[in-house]
């Protein structure tokens, strides 16, 4: 069974600070990862994908995470924190192979202190 | 490209009723997924489709709850006879993945909030 576990529901930061934000993850196959923001009032969008191609994954609005196997994790950075990253942030697993749910953390709400 | 519609956005709703939930996915997307989020939780899948076709429905569903995606279009959520624990935002996703490799961006919509009473 795949899942994924982010470690801190809730996060501050200063603005201008580094932001990371913790997922480990469980899977019996290779996986496909995927960090996923919801924004106030807004519909889930996706921030970047790990499918193999390369450990450093960049994604939008200057996030960054990077798989690394013999951890089982794959942590968002951003080097520093803006006002409007205040938001809340899945992390997400698929197990490749194609036909997989796709199934999503807890989440990590990040407030950025200006 | 008009993202994905879902409707209502909000249904109240007293407890016993049955409750309707469409989702119009991103045309041309061949993937169209359910979730349910609580306050706090991340979204809880509960079941997926692949054209028309059901692949997937999650064991956490009763037997109250029912999907259906006619011709691999819009697809409709029911639940019936109504729980408070139901009470949840309820959120389509859609995708295009024809490759079936599993690694293709979710499209959501805003969701439908439902209260039971």
């Known amino acids: 069974a795949q899942s994924v576990t982010q470690l801190g529901s809730h996060v501050s930061v200063s603005e201008g600070a580094l932001v990371l934000l913790r997922c480990n993850y469980s899977?019996?196959?290779?996986?496909?990862l995927f960090w996923y923001v919801q924004y106030p009032n807004q519909g889930l969008q996706l921030l970047l994908k790990y499918t193999s191609a390369a450990t450093l994954v960049k994604g939008i609005n200057g996030f960054e995470a990077e798989f690394k196997k013999s951890e089982t994790s794959f942590h968002l950075t951003k080097p520093s924190a803006h006002m409007s990253d205040a938001a809340e942030y899945f992390c997400a697993v698929r197990n490749s192979g194609g036909y997989q749910k796709v199934t999503f953390g807890t989440g990590t709400k990040l407030q950025v202190i200006p | 490209d008009t993202g994905v519609s879902q409707n209502p956005r909000h249904k109240i709703t007293k407890r016993g009723q049955n409750v309707t939930f469409r989702c119009d996915p991103i045309?041309?997307?061949?993937?169209l997924y359910w979730y349910r989020q609580t306050l706090g939780q991340g979204p809880e899948f509960l079941t997926y489709?692949?054209?028309?076709?059901?692949?997937?429905k999650s064991r956490l569903l009763s037997d109250r709850f029912s999907a259906e995606r006619p011709k691999g279009s819009f697809s409709t959520l029911e639940i019936q006879r109504t729980e408070q624990g139901d009470s949840a935002m309820y959120l389509c996703?859609?995708?295009?993945?024809?490759?079936?490799?599993?690694?293709?961006?979710?499209?959501f919509g805003s969701g439908t909030q439902l209260s039971v009473l």
């Open positions: 489709f692949q054209n028309e076709a059901q692949l997937e």
């Open positions: 996703a859609s995708s295009f993945d024809p490759g079936s490799l599993g690694n293709e961006k979710l499209f």
């Open positions: 899977s019996s196959v290779p996986p496909y």
């Open positions: 045309s041309e997307h061949n993937r």
